[in-house]
């Protein structure tokens, strides 16, 4: 229920038709659940917008988030909003045709971040999940600077949401919208485990 | 990245595949962005499981979440996952039709809360949204004691998340899993107000 009162109004000369059209930087940090929830959860206004959607998941994972990833896509293969595409570090990037070999992590980061970039430079999407990617950051699997000036600078309208516990402060700067999912409880607390369709 | 271990094994007589199938209450509160977002992202799994769904909207908005609404039913249309139902106060509930006449919001509240509790009783669904439902609690437009007994006690296999600001203590303590967004940064503090396609 926010009312949409800024606090101040920036003088740059925009109105506020304009200002609603910036793209948004935004990071979802913190140890609670949520953060790529929530992202995946703004893909479904971007979709409903038309906006050409791209995932990148940046860690490799057991159950990666395979209701998600079946559900954006189905979404995608409606053709009533806009299309979806999802890659995968770990299986082998999509537009690397040699899935499930095993590879280097690091590397594989790096080339999925040199994509990214590729894909900003030719504004190939309107909205972006880099989920995970503050894992690879925060490893030195790619160069944190280069991240932050890539995404700053990127062209045109392109929205993008980073997802992951420890995003670097430099990340956090560059952002416009920062939000830290923090864990209050969680059922492990209790000594339940995941749940299905709940967690995976 | 949680590794799902969890910190004590309960004493309850379940086996880890019957406390995995253990419905969760879920409430995702706090300042910050993605308390509602998550909630549909988390609908996402759910739908993908097959899982009907439901999404009750508990605050009348001039924008409401037109884009997760259209999505959401979108992916209830392909019939490859759940089912998908969406109810709105303010315009008048869906299953009371007389829609768009002006009405008092508390009772409207009181009314939408009477049929989460049917549905419940029914076991009508299998994953819940109440969306800013801690709103009428908060105002008094519904009893916060049977709010939590009615969620609390829930027959079979029923996942609810509650979602909003301010979320009562004692739903608080009833819960599995708590989420507290909080706010590290905003576009409006630096004078922008929603963004076409983020917000909304």
Partial sequence: MPQGKPDTVPDDGLTTRERRRQPVLAVHTGQ????????FGMALRAWSAGWPIVVYQFV????????????????????????VTWHKMGEGWSW???PGTERDHAAEAAEGWAQVKRDLAAEAYRFYVLDEFTYPMKWGWVDVADVVAALRDRPGSQHVVVTGREAHPDLVAAADLVTDMTKVKHPMDAGRKGQQGIEW
Same sequence: chains 1, 2.
């Fill in 60 to 83: 490799k994972s057991p159950k990666w988030k395979v209701g998600e990833e079946a559900a954006l896509r189905a979404l995608g293969r409606t053709g009533e909003g806009g299309a």
């Fill in 32 to 39: 609670g659940k949520g953060k790529s929830t929530a992202a």
């Fill in 96 to 98: 690397i045709q040699r």
